[in-house]
């Protein structure tokens, strides 16, 4: 029964591991420039926020120094401090989260005395085209910009209004859970790393 078995699939095997090597092959020489892509992403992503600019030049990301702190037990990157003519300019980590469609990846952003959020970046999303993706907006994003650190006692929070106090952010219209996603992940993660600032 086996060897009638192999007879009868012996090209759906071989099939399956030459495809299955080279698509090891493929990913082994795409890794690095996949992994420098999103390092310059997160870097002109991160001088947009610090210089409050939309479009970063060469120059912009040559005029911040961003020095990554590293966990010494996994070797991640605990976040960013990020210097501006050789002047603490703020804090910059990755923050992840579960949206509508599926993860939300940030990039959150705190002023030198850790008072304010000098605002987010989108790094990865894959919400409903046409509503939740409108968070890589700016009409949406630049809420973010100036609002006080998220504590405990005073965490961010989405209303479907017109914002009337300091920790509101306007949802999304037709995309509350995807904007509720957002604000979570920002407040969950600056109280999740305030510890490892101070």
Do not use: C, H
């Not at 420098?36 to 120094?65: I, P």
């Not at 003519?85 to 599926?102: I, M």
């Not at 405990?152 to 009337?164: H, M, S, T």
């Amino acid at each position: 029964m086996i060897a009638n078995f192999i007879k009868q699939s012996w090209l759906v095997i071989v099939s399956a591991l030459v495809f299955g090597l080279l698509v090891a092959l493929v990913q082994g020489q795409l890794d690095p420039m996949i992994k420098a892509n999103a390092e310059k992403k997160l870097l002109k992503s991160m001088a947009g926020l610090f210089l409050q600019k939309a479009e970063v030049t060469k120059d912009d990301l040559n005029s911040l120094k961003v020095n990554p702190v590293v966990d010494p037990d996994t070797q991640q990157v605990l976040y960013y401090k990020v210097s501006k003519a050789d002047t603490l300019a703020g804090y910059a980590f990755e923050a992840e989260g579960g949206g509508f469609a599926d993860k939300i990846k940030l990039l959150v952003t705190l002023d030198a005395q850790k008072e304010k959020l000098m605002g987010i970046g989108i790094l990865k999303t894959n919400e409903t085209p046409g509503f939740g993706d409108k968070m890589k907006e700016s009409a949406f994003k630049d809420q973010f910009s100036g609002k006080p650190v998220p504590t405990l006692k005073a965490k961010l929070v989405v209303v479907k209004r017109p914002v009337e106090a300091d920790v509101e952010i306007e949802s999304i219209t037709g995309a509350t859970i995807s904007s509720d996603a957002v604000v979570k992940i920002v407040n969950t993660s600056v109280m999740n790393i305030a510890d490892q600032l101070k």
